[in-house]
């Protein structure tokens, strides 16, 4: 089993397409092990996004990321990170696959629905940015 940090962003999150991502997440199989809702200040999109902080696009990305509620979720499953970042589909919704999240949800490059970790090890920093590793529900 292996965890992924999964977001549910603001643009989805205002446009009413939560319910439809987190059934689609279920459906897939993943376990979630942890969610909330919550609006992240500026400097908290920043540190999520530090990675990205020498990007031209650094601002805007942090701008639209504590722009109004967004959803962290914990997700577990089996290859989870692959897989997450194979059900949300490409950054750029224009590339992004038919049935892939961000193909169905997403509006633009900036705008584009949903997050996913990059590798097992930042599944694990992200998902303790959002979590404590004692508020994570432990596996049953
Ligand atoms: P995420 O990390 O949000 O899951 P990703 O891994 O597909 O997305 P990254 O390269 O990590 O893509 O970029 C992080 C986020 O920054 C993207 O999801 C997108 O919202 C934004 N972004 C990336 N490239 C651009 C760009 N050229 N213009 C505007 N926004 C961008
Ligand atoms: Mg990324």
Not at 55 to 66: I, N, Q
Not at 122 to 140: R, T
Request: aromatic share 8%; proline share 4%; hydrophobic share 40%.
């Amino acid at each position: 089993m292996e965890r992924t940090l999964a977001i549910i962003k603001p643009d989805a999150v205002q446009n009413g397409h939560s319910g439809k991502i987190l059934d689609r997440i279920l459906s897939e199989g993943f376990a979630v092990r942890a969610m909330k809702l919550v609006t992240l200040s500026k400097t908290e999109a920043e540190g999520f996004y530090a990675v990205h902080r020498e990007r031209p696009f650094f601002g805007e990305l942090t701008t639209f990321m504590s722009s109004g509620p967004c959803i962290p979720l914990v997700l577990e499953r089996a290859d989870a990170v692959a897989k997450w970042r194979e059900v949300i589909g490409a950054t750029n919704p224009a590339d992004a696959a038919e049935g892939t999240i961000r193909k169905q949800f997403a509006t633009s490059m900036g705008e584009n629905a949903v997050h996913g970790s990059d590798s097992t090890e930042n599944g694990k920093l992200e998902s303790n940015y959002f979590f404590p590793e004692h508020v994570i529900v432990a596996n049953s």
